[in-house]
């Protein structure tokens, strides 16, 4: 970074899962300084009364969130909010020259009215969301690079979307015929107290939830249609892990030249992902595990093709928390800022 002055962050939604793991990678980040931490319901909190674990990192003091004051400090601003806050300030943070990013769904969508059948509410930012660019750098980067408005996409869909990307985009598959079978440790779920979260209830067990109608579906469905250059279904089935972090999505397709081995599916994941510091494509046999991506902001992916079946079998495990959110975020600010897209992120685990 040179003798460059910092770019000036804040973190609108610190105190969450999400918006801790942003203060944790970006109070490490070379190129910026977090100048604001904001949240109403903990406004005038210091930060480290609610992360006590941080106190020798930061002496912040929770803001209350306004649009103008956030504007008049910082140069980038996350969003890590609930559905449907983000839309109400970004018109005026980007109006004041902010660059945004938003953690949440409200800008994923390049139609609105999908947002709305999905998510409800009303949108009166039609003009700022058009500019929104969805933030997959592995699929996105040159659009992210000139943007000033990013949606960063959900978990889910960012393990789903890097294990389906080359066999869409390549033609290789038969798209309605692919089911995402997913799962999700019980940080996706948020820090607010909910009763399937509770130790006593998630933990030696396993569960299917919004099977046929979650709202990340129709996210996914909105980048394998642009990748495969028409409208595309799929099959998606989160499960809840008793786990805390990490996810593991397992794709099933069917292949539209069932001659295809492993190895010809292999060389074309690693010529799709040959630019793509953060994905790592496994050796024959070697099938991915959460712990391994575990507060790391790889993306591990294993191949397998069923010569019995004609189907082809990825498996993508992320951590939810790291590439699933916050770590994705800050790669897309890096390419934002001209930066080297692994600044500031963590390329190896904590492992076991």
């Given at each position: 970074?040179?003798?460059?002055?910092?770019?000036?962050?804040?973190?609108?939604?610190?105190?969450?899962?999400?918006?801790?793991?942003?203060?944790?990678?970006?109070?490490?980040?070379?190129?910026?300084?977090?100048?604001?931490?904001?949240?109403?319901?903990?406004?005038?909190?210091?930060?480290?009364?609610?992360?006590?674990?941080?106190?020798?990192?930061?002496?912040?003091?929770?803001?209350?969130?306004?649009?103008?004051?956030?504007?008049?400090?910082?140069?980038?601003?996350?969003?890590?909010?609930?559905?449907?806050?983000?839309?109400?300030?970004?018109?005026?943070?980007?109006?004041?020259?902010?660059?945004?990013?938003?953690?949440?769904?409200?800008?994923?969508?390049?139609?609105?009215?999908?947002?709305?059948?999905?998510?409800?509410?009303?949108?009166?930012?039609?003009?700022?969301?058009?500019?929104?660019?969805?933030?997959?750098?592995?699929?996105?980067?040159?659009?992210?690079?000139?943007?000033?408005?990013?949606?960063?996409?959900?978990?889910?869909?960012?393990?789903?979307?890097?294990?389906?990307?080359?066999?869409?985009?390549?033609?290789?598959?038969?798209?309605?015929?692919?089911?995402?079978?997913?799962?999700?440790?019980?940080?996706?779920?948020?820090?607010?107290?909910?009763?399937?979260?509770?130790?006593?209830?998630?933990?030696?067990?396993?569960?299917?939830?919004?099977?046929?109608?979650?709202?990340?579906?129709?996210?996914?469905?909105?980048?394998?249609?642009?990748?495969?250059?028409?409208?595309?279904?799929?099959?998606?089935?989160?499960?809840?892990?008793?786990?805390?972090?990490?996810?593991?999505?397992?794709?099933?397709?069917?292949?539209?030249?069932?001659?295809?081995?492993?190895?010809?599916?292999?060389?074309?994941?690693?010529?799709?992902?040959?630019?793509?510091?953060?994905?790592?494509?496994?050796?024959?046999?070697?099938?991915?595990?959460?712990?391994?991506a575990c507060s790391s902001n790889m993306c591990y992916i294993g191949i397998e093709v069923d010569q019995r079946t004609d189907r082809v079998i990825v498996m993508s495990a992320i951590d939810n928390l790291i590439k699933g959110q916050a770590g994705q975020a800050v790669q897309c600010l890096n390419l934002m800022m001209g930066w080297d897209e692994t600044l500031g992120l963590p390329k190896l685990g904590f492992y076991p």
């Open positions: 970074m040179g003798d460059s002055k910092p770019v000036s962050v804040g973190i609108v939604g610190a105190s969450g899962y999400g918006g801790v793991q942003l203060v944790r990678l970006l109070m490490d980040h070379p190129g910026v300084k977090v100048v604001y931490l904001g949240g109403d319901s903990s406004a005038g909190k210091p930060f480290s009364d609610i992360y006590p674990h941080l106190s020798h990192a930061t002496d912040l003091v929770i803001a209350p969130v306004d649009p103008e004051a956030i504007a008049a400090q910082c140069d980038v601003v996350f969003l890590s909010l609930p559905n449907g806050l983000a839309c109400e300030m970004t018109p005026t943070l980007i109006q004041r020259g902010c660059k945004v990013l938003d953690l949440s769904a409200d800008y994923r969508f390049s139609n609105l009215e999908t947002y709305k059948a999905w998510y409800g509410g009303d949108r009166t930012d039609g003009d700022v969301a058009a500019t929104a660019v969805y933030g997959l750098p592995e699929l996105y980067r040159d659009r992210i690079k000139d943007a000033k408005l990013v949606g960063c996409p959900g978990c889910y869909p960012t393990a789903s979307l890097l294990a389906l990307a080359p066999l869409l985009k390549q033609g290789m598959i038969i798209p309605e015929t692919a089911v995402i079978d997913a799962k999700s440790g019980t940080s996706g779920g948020g820090r607010q107290a909910k009763t399937n979260m509770l130790l006593a209830e998630a933990d030696s067990s396993i569960a299917a939830y919004g099977v046929t109608r979650h709202r990340h579906t129709p996210e996914i469905e909105q980048i394998c249609s642009d990748l495969a250059g028409h409208e595309v279904l799929v099959q998606f089935t989160p499960h809840l892990m008793p786990m805390v972090r990490g996810i593991l999505a397992t794709v099933y397709a069917t292949l539209r030249d069932p001659g295809l081995v492993r190895e010809d599916l292999a060389t074309i994941y690693k010529a799709f992902y040959r630019n793509c510091p953060w994905v790592t494509i496994l050796p024959n046999g070697i099938y991915p595990q959460t712990k391994w």
